[in-house]
């Protein structure tokens, strides 16, 4: 009888579960040495003025819904000229044609929040102070939409270049809030309710309320302990870990999220953990640059806590369900193999189940190694 070749998950197929959605990803890791004769896409460009008279964003200018811009200095918010969702009162819809055939109204508003007033920056670029006032930022917005009428979920986030439909390369982010939780952090908080409710063996990981288990706790626990050589974790300081979770779908996907205790919100930080959480966004940004030497795109979303309790409902935090959410960060890059080769989610991965070749612990070696000095100011430096 043949023996068994043993199994290497660096080159045999094998599935990985995702515990926060219950979905499955397949890894192909010996798919990676496969001839590329795609797609390509061009670069972004780096030659962006600091200021473009022609950009919406830009301090003073008129945006395209005849608004002008104040002449700020660091961040700036303002409703979206063309929001997604729009304020109540939302007319109700007619009656559904079919029990299949249902249609719930939704409502609430969308803010742009503009990261700096230089065109040509990104966070990546930015100093670490700058970072700071854009978490500050993302506070207040959660806080002040989360305490509106009707408001059931805010969502923060960033798309980052062209090729992630990102129209104005002008740094900024959006926060969509909504009168309903959305169907990804929907299913998030249903599975992190889940685990909360299970018996789990015992660990000396940080615990949600109640003394129950929270998945994010004990996953960036078990992740921060493992081996740092051969394991997934890009980059960690005194209260965050970034790392390419075990289920990563997209090659250099990182999610963020903080180990030391339990954080249902952004609101729930400290003034250090705040500190801490831009010190680590911009190393994880800089990273990204780095690898291929560009200014590297995707999509970044905060998942947490849906709002807070308004005055007049709140209840003990300890006995509060919502804070069965563990504040993380999911970074969704499209790039594969280079600046100009991205990844695709087509045929198998829309039709089955997502799939992947570079192993998530592939891709986190690639991405510990890439230096915290973005590739710019080091080619400013040996000039």
Known sequence: MAETTPFDPSTHPHRRLNPLTNEYVLVSPHRTKRPWLGQTEPPQSLNLPEYDPQCYLCPGNTRAGGQKNDVYEHTMVFEN??????PPPCPAPPPAPHPLLTTEPVQGGCDVLIFHPRHDLTLARLPVLDIERIIEEWCTVYKKRGAQEGI????IFENKGAIMGCSNPHPHGQVWSLSAIPSLPGSELTNLRRYSLTDVAPSDAPRGPLGR???LCEYAHFEVGADSETGRVV???DDWVALVPWWAVWPFEIMLLPYKRHIPS???LT???KKSFADILSKVTKRYDNLFSCSFAYSMGIHQRPVLPSSDTAIPED???DNLAHLHLHFSPPLLRSASVRKFLVGFEMMAEPQRDLTPEQAAARLRGCSE????DREVVQE
């Open 81 to 86: 000229d063309f929001a997604a969702v729009l």
């Open 152 to 155: 059931e979920y805010v969502q």
């Open 213 to 215: 288990p929270c998945m």
């Open 235 to 237: 980059v960690k300081n």
């Open 266 to 268: 952004i609101a729930h």
């Open 271 to 273: 003034a250090e953990e």
């Open 319 to 321: 006995q509060d369900e």
């Open 373 to 376: 000095v973005h590739y710019l």
